[in-house]
């Protein structure tokens, strides 16, 4: 079968699923978080064929949401001949179960939703044994209950074994799975933490780019520095981070970090499955926040960043707020980012705003460098080559005892002087 018929194959058997949400604050931010769903469904490649909100004050503990909202949901699925739902908040053990027998169909919750995505986008082998164990660490709080589908229906003497044994296998070779994934990811992460100690003994500062997903750091990245990495408009369009190097105008040069995007109700599995790659930004002297300024949802995004960040204990590195996409009409001027030292319009697609952008990385990285007059002894000449690439060069001159230079260099540097 060529790519064609494959793909037109796959556009005809796109699932037809239903949104469901309870909103428990106001109903327009209930459906602005549908509207995101909708979004996730479009890249996991199912078809959005309705919406159903109730307004609560709380979930239902059983069944997510009421009685009533279930009854209409049920006719929903029936005249809509939807395939399934996706429920906008991650489902309990309970809710799940409960769905599934009422319902009599496919039922999903944003997590779930998430976890499949990545586990499509997923490249690298560090990135799909972080899903891998996203996905088990899910599917392992959601085995209770499942006895009655493992073994004989009905109750009493005879009935209990073969479920209950099945489910303990079960449970037992997940988390013999799960013990093996983190033993690999370890190695991961000690191997990334040798990588990062060398780029450290390089004594290049990192910059590490952040923001929601979609608001186009990829792209960011490709325009800074020349790489090809895959972006698109679409959410998670790219996973494992990548890193490169840019060259200033002052001719400093700098890594640049591409991470993973953050996103509304981001799971705490996939945050712990995700920590050694996003932990890239713990490590960075400065952090570049990305911001779609053409949502009319960027305010909220600002949120879920640094809230995000706050939980991975990344909170006191300088920030440089970028409202990117500024070319497009929907972009919103006034915009504003309290938390960061510095803020920038720009279009990573035009290149508008890239000259702000290298003075105020520029300028942040001068507040933690020095300016000195010394004249370097010749056995030290190659320190001059360091004082290029890591600081700001602006004098040099030979002299009979020496290399006058004045200069901006990073106070780790003063120690080889």
Known sequence: ??????????????????????????????????????????????????????????????????????????????GLAADGIVCDDELSP????????????????????????????????????????????????????????????????????????????????IHQRIGVLKEELLKVAKNRAVQRSKRKNGELPLAAIVGYTNAGKSTLLNELTGADIYAQNQLFATLDPTTRKLLLPNKQEILLTDTVGFIHKLSHHLIEAFRSTLEEAKYADIIIHVVDSASPDAELHMQVVYNTLKELHIMDKP???????????????????????????????????????????????????????KTLPFAKASLLARVRREGQLIKEEYRENGIYIEAYVPRKLLAFM
């Open 94 to 173: 309970a809710q799940l179960k409960n769905l599934n027998d009422m319902l009599s169909c496919k039922v999903l919750d944003r997590t779930l939703l998430i976890l499949d995505i990545f586990a499509e986008r997923a490249s690298t082998s560090e990135g799909k044994l972080q899903v891998e164990l996203a996905q088990l660490r899910y599917r392992a709080s959601r085995l209770t209950g499942l006895g009655t589908s493992l073994s004989r229906q009905g109750g009493g003497i005879g009935t209990r074994g073969p479920g209950e044994k099945q489910l303990e296998v079960d449970r037992r070779v």
């Open 1 to 78: 079968m060529n790519k064609e018929a494959c793909r037109e194959n796959k556009e005809n058997t796109r699932e037809r699923l239903i949104l469901v949400g309870a909103a428990l604050g106001t109903q327009e931010a209930c459906d602005a978080s549908l509207s995101e769903l909708e979004e996730l469904c479009n890249t996991a490649g199912a078809d959005c064929v309705g919406r159903l909100i109730q307004s609560r004050e709380r979930f239902s503990p059983a069944t997510y949401i009421g009685k009533g909202k279930l009854e209409e949901l049920q006719a929903m699925i029936l």
């Open 319 to 373: 920030v440089i707020t970028v409202f990117n996409k500024a070319d497009l009409e929907e972009a919103d001027r006034m915009l504003k980012d309290c938390k960061a030292e510095c803020q920038i319009y720009l279009s990573a697609k035009t290149g508008q705003g890239f000259d702000a952008l290298f003075h105020a990385i520029q300028e942040m990285l001068l507040m933690d460098s020095i300016y000195i007059e």
